[in-house]
């Protein structure tokens, strides 16, 4: 069982920068992919960003490249999402999402995840 939680949210205007962070529980953090995933207002959840257990692969939504980096800390059970150049449309609740090891569902799928965080706002304003 992993338990996730997410921090760094809050409001921020139009062209700024936000770093969320997700902890997770677990002594084998290393064999989790990991995701972020987001659900703005009155929009299903979207997936964000991705990264598999050793951080040798990310993956983006198309939207966000080039703005967003995942990264994360083996050492410290952490995964993060540092978020620049944000826009209005970037206002969700963004969640941290974790896969079980050897899972082969696309890392873009929120099917593919077994665990969820709780989630944090990130409001954007213009």
């Known amino acids: 069982q992993v338990q996730l939680v997410e921090s760094g949210g809050g409001l921020v205007q139009a062209g700024g920068s936000l770093r969320l962070s997700c902890a997770a529980s677990?002594?084998?953090?290393?064999?989790?992919?990991m995701g972020w995933f987001r659900q703005g207002p009155g929009k299903e959840r979207e997936f964000v960003a991705g990264i598999s257990g050793s951080g040798s692969f990310t993956y983006y939504t198309d939207s966000v490249k080039g703005r967003f980096t995942i990264v994360r800390d083996n050492a410290k059970n952490t995964v993060s999402l540092q978020m620049n150049s944000l826009k209005p449309e970037d206002t969700a609740i963004y969640y941290c999402?974790?896969?079980?090891?050897?899972?082969?569902?696309?890392?873009?799928?929120?099917?593919?995840?077994?665990?969820w965080g709780q989630g944090t706002q990130v409001t954007v304003s213009s």
């Open positions: 999402a974790a896969r079980r090891p050897y899972s082969t569902g696309s890392y873009y799928l929120g099917n593919s995840y077994n665990y």
């Open positions: 677990g002594r084998t953090f290393s064999s989790y992919g």
